[in-house]
């Protein structure tokens, strides 16, 4: 059974990042180097969060800058029923040692996490909290950075459908966690329900174009070159109208985040595939963990 503890607060931010998380942090001799990384959706307090992939990440990858794009902590469902495994203290706190090692954290909020939104302008053991960003990329290019629910007419005029739909997407994780069980049991590797279920309903596939096509023309009104989001748990990074779109997906169904090479170049992390590229001797625990 998973060990719950309690949420750091402000004030226990330098004896919390002092201190030593329960998994404890990978020594890898050749952590990746990007200018760059972008994350979102990640729903800590939540049993379909990924933690000990996202951990197995944090522990290879190393950045300048980092941004945190939203729906980081799932208030809607600590609101419900507070799920605190040790697992996603110590994601708050590679996070945190990671600002304290001299990565520029922006964190912006979502609505899952909306809460914070309140503090907007302030900074906390060095994450800055931001409304939205503009992020200059080496080369010179503007991306607008947003979590995207801002343009999610069900999220804005229909807050009770949206919370139905999130009842309902936890249900299908849930049956997410078995079919991932089962898959493990056969030494098969991690495969995401919902994100297949997506690619196959027609409804799905239309509301993600639609949504890319509003955050892109957004993006492109404010004359900036490009745009990444969250919000909608689908990776991608597409030319839209001259405008380049990004999304960084998520670390519930897809575990992907997006990055930024020193030399401008994008691309997107399957961290999944990343674990599964690795010598199976290697990281078996991590490769077993991540497709619970």
């Known amino acids: 059974m998973a060990t719950i503890t309690r949420l750091p607060v402000d004030g226990d931010l330098a004896e919390f990042t002092a201190g030593q998380p329960a998994i404890p942090e990978k020594m ?11 994350i979102s959706d990640i729903h800590l307090g939540t049993r379909g ?6 951990i197995d990440f944090l522990d290879h990858v190393d950045s300048d800058t980092m941004y945190l794009v939203g ?31 001299g990565t520029r954290i922006v964190y912006i909020p979502g609505n899952h996490d909306e809460m914070f939104r309140q503090f907007t302008g302030l900074n906390f053991g060095g994450v800055e909290i931001r409304r939205q960003a503009v992020h200059e990329t080496v080369d010179g290019r503007r991306l607008l950075v947003l979590h995207g629910d801002e343009f999610d007419a069900i999220t804005l005029s229909h ?9 309902a997407y936890t249900a299908m ?6 079919v991932n069980l089962y898959r493990r049991a056969m ?22 174009s639609n949504f890319e096509e509003i955050v892109a023309r957004e993006a492109g009104s404010r004359g900036v070159d490009g745009v990444v989001a969250g919000h909608i748990h689908t990776a991608d990074a597409r030319l839209i109208d001259n405008i ?40 078996p625990d991590v490769a077993q963990a991540a497709a619970a």
């Open 28 to 38: 890898v001799e050749e952590r990746r180097q990007y200018r760059t990384v972008w």
């Open 49 to 54: 969060c990924n933690a000990e992939m996202l």
């Open 71 to 101: 729906d980081i902590i799932d208030g809607w469902r600590l609101k419900k029923k507070f799920y605190w495994p040790s697992a996603h203290n110590d994601i708050v706190w590679r996070i945190l040692k990671r600002a304290k090692r």
């Open 159 to 167: 807050r009770w459908l949206a919370h139905l739909g999130d009842a």
């Open 173 to 178: 994780m849930a049956l997410n966690r078995w």
């Open 187 to 208: 030494n098969l590797p991690y495969w995401s329900l919902s994100k297949h279920a997506k690619k196959k309903v027609k409804n799905a596939v239309e509301f993600i």
């Open 244 to 283: 380049e779109y990004y999304n960084d997906g998520d670390w519930v169904e897809g575990c992907t985040a997006l990055v930024e090479h020193f030399d401008g170049r994008m691309e997107i992390l399957h961290w999944a595939d990343e674990i599964a590229k690795r010598e199976p001797e290697a990281e």
